[in-house]
């Protein structure tokens, strides 16, 4: 137990509280998972304090510790927590994960875009998550944007929820030692780069060491990383051919490393683009 200090009989008379800081790190989960959880189901802090943050009582930290057990079971978030708070099944939001996160993301909610996105990949996996989930959301906003709907803060918040996410799911993998990494390069016009962020994900989930130095890119630089690190293979990425810079795959053609040439992989395309489409060739033929 972990109450907040107090004296008095006023402070005797209060439940044990806890912070939500000290909550996620009990449970095991990122306060941003811990808020959605309050928003989407109503298991969160009850206790308020006049002018004070909300704090956890010991029956909610219990109800908490019921949930996590039951999604360590292998029970769905929204069904563990209707199950511990004595729900009916009708009670439980309906949708796919696509329908939900569209849904967030329409509203702008960020906490909940986050946990969704979370406890997709926990579910599904990299691949799983940009094809089935995020991917779809993203070519939805793309096909509002090109009839000229003003969809940008919202596909600028999933954007970075999802980039955040990844980061959460895996644990920076491959270094800076070289020789044995796949070098992930955007070309030097390019500002776009969820996509390599999805590859280098993916990547890490197989744990192929992979390297991606992000944004602001160059020539130079990406030449620079080749001669450094000497790379099993370069993916050069452009989102349009407008970006696309041949002259460097050229360059990187011209050194001792397989090079992937620029491959357009937008929200607008038809069809969901696997992992494979994002650099233009399967993964076997980059990492052996």
């Known amino acids: 137990m972990d109450p907040e200090a107090g004296g008095g009989t006023e402070a005797a008379r209060q439940p044990a509280l806890w912070t939500p800081g000290r909550v996620a790190r009990l449970r095991g ?4 998972t811990l808020r959605s959880w309050d928003s989407r189901y109503g298991i969160g802090p009850s206790f308020r304090p006049e002018g004070r943050q909300r704090r956890y009582t010991d029956a909610d930290v219990a109800l908490l510790r019921r949930m996590r057990r039951l999604i360590d079971e292998g029970v769905r978030t929204r069904d563990a927590a209707h199950a511990v708070l004595g729900l009916p099944a009708e009670g439980l939001m309906t949708g796919t994960g ?17 946990a969704l996105l979370d406890e997709s990949l ?15 959301v993203l ?26 996410a990844l980061d959460r799911y895996v644990q920076p ?37 992979v390297v991606f130095p992000g944004l602001p890119s160059g020539e130079a630089l990406t030449l620079d990383l080749v001669s450094r690190l000497n790379p099993t293979g370069v993916v050069l990425w452009s989102m349009a051919s407008a970006t696309a810079d041949t002259a460097l795959l050229r ?11 620029p491959s357009p992989c937008s929200p607008e395309t038809t069809e969901a683009p696997a992992i494979t489409e994002i650099t233009g060739a399967p993964l076997c033929e980059l990492v052996g």
């Open 29 to 32: 989960v990122s306060p941003i």
């Open 98 to 114: 696509e329908e939900e996160l569209e849904q967030a993301t329409a509203l702008m909610r960020r906490a909940t875009m986050a």
């Open 122 to 136: 926990a579910a599904k996996g990299v691949e799983g998550t940009w094809c089935d989930v995020a991917a779809p």
């Open 139 to 164: 070519r939805t906003l793309g096909r509002r944007w090109a009839r000229g709907l003003e969809c940008f803060a919202v596909e600028w918040a999933l954007t970075t929820e999802f980039s955040a």
């Open 173 to 209: 993998c491959g270094s800076m030692r070289g020789g044995s990494c796949v070098l992930l390069a955007p070309c030097p016009h390019e500002q776009h780069t969820l996509p390599l962020e999805v590859l280098r994900a993916a990547l890490c989930e197989r744990e192929v060491p």
């Open 251 to 261: 360059a990187l053609r011209g050194r001792d490393t397989t090079a992937v040439p």
